[in-house]
């Protein structure tokens, strides 16, 4: 077991593999030719991640530039259709969504970035056109829906919610948990495995779902009742779906104050004022989440608490991303 009192980066840059919309990289795939490149994503994420990248459009063979496209009909099972000509598109994409997923579940993915607003691509609040020529947004791109649908607990998210603080850094944690998971699964899975894992995400999970941390912690506890296979799945579930939920101040601030009775007996009066100064400032908004988890860093190098210094909560991702920067 690494403890970050060691810092020792544990996972090396590029063995995150993440899918992802090629026009966002750069790539001149689109509709019109262009792309639709994202310099966090290009500047910032590359660093860290392997890309797959993927345009349904073009992989179908309606070839760049094209014909834009739009959803028809009812935002349930809309139909995909050329704008200007109406040339049907439908079941050539959906035969194409469900083959490619089935593809991408063999590559071993830990996240996907997708395009909004896509009809393809898109995952969320996409614009159907109802018989009327009206446009509703709550629909979802085909290959966007077949790729959730058949890989749902692969975290998922849009390129354009990733411009949102929180957003950002929930789909990222996701994507390192996911990884981790993987690893997991893929080093043959064993129930001792499985409490490790459990233990060191403990306050992870308790900063986005306090009762599903305890659910998960019984559910481990009573491991061995479970056939393996019902175990690994009811686990994966529980876990990936009480994460997705975004984290918040008040439940930071909850984790960081159980996190501080661990080891506060070893602490002088004077370093108890500062830690519970720092989560009172970040509670008031007045520092961003980095400055009270960098003081409990520090402190659990001094003591040495092996329990609390390997949560991932303390290092859920590389320093160089700055998600928990932000005030
Ligand atoms: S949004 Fe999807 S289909 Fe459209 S250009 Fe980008 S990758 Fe291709």
Redesign the pocket.
Same mark, same amino acid.
């Given at each position: 077991m690494t403890s970050i009192n060691e810092e020792e980066p544990e996972i090396v840059k590029g063995q995150i593999r993440v899918g992802i %919309?090629? &026009?966002?990289l750069g790539k001149k /795939?689109?509709?019109n030719g262009g792309h639709?490149e994202n310099d966090y994503i290009t500047n910032v994420l590359d660093d860290f991640f392997t890309w797959v990248s993927? &345009?349904?459009? /073009?992989e179908i063979g309606m070839g760049t530039p094209r014909e834009a496209v739009r959803l028809v009909g009812s935002p349930d099972q809309p139909r995909m259709v050329g704008t200007n000509t109406g040339t049907e598109w439908t079941d050539k994409i959906n035969t194409y969504s469900i083959a490619k997923t089935e593809k991408l579940k063999t590559l071993n993915l830990h996240g996907y970035i997708l395009?909004n607003r %896509?009809p %393809? &691509?898109g995952l969320f609040r996409v614009k159907v056109y109802t018989e009327t020529g009206m446009p509703l947004n709550n629909g979802a791109g085909l290959?966007a829906r077949a790729l959730s649908e058949g890989m749902p607990y692969l975290p998922i998210e849009e390129e354009g919610r990733l411009n949102d603080a929180r957003l950002r850094e929930n789909f990222i944690i996701r994507v390192f948990c996911y990884y981790r998971w993987q690893e997991l699964i893929s080093s043959g899975f064993t129930i001792r495995k499985l409490v490790e894992f459990h233990s060191r995400h403990k306050f992870l999970i308790m900063s986005h779902n306090e009762t599903a941390m305890r659910e998960l912690g019984k559910l481990v506890a009573q491991g061995k009742s479970y056939p393996e296979f019902e175990l690994i799945q009811n686990y994966r579930d529980r876990f990936f779906n009480a994460i997705k939920r975004p984290s918040t101040r008040n439940r930071h601030v909850n984790v960081l104050q159980h996190i501080m009775g661990f080891f506060k007996s070893k602490l002088s009066p004077q370093d108890k004022i500062e830690l519970l100064t720092a989560i009172g400032d970040y509670q008031n908004e007045l520092v961003p989440l980095i400055v009270p988890i960098t003081l409990f860093r520090h402190y659990l190098r001094l003591i040495k608490h092996d329990y609390i210094g390997n949560q991932y909560y303390l290092n859920p991702h590389p320093k160089e991303l700055m998600l928990l920067n932000h005030v």
């Open positions: %919309s090629s &026009c966002l /795939v689109r509709y639709k993927v &345009c349904p459009e /073009v395009k %896509s %393809s &691509c290959f």
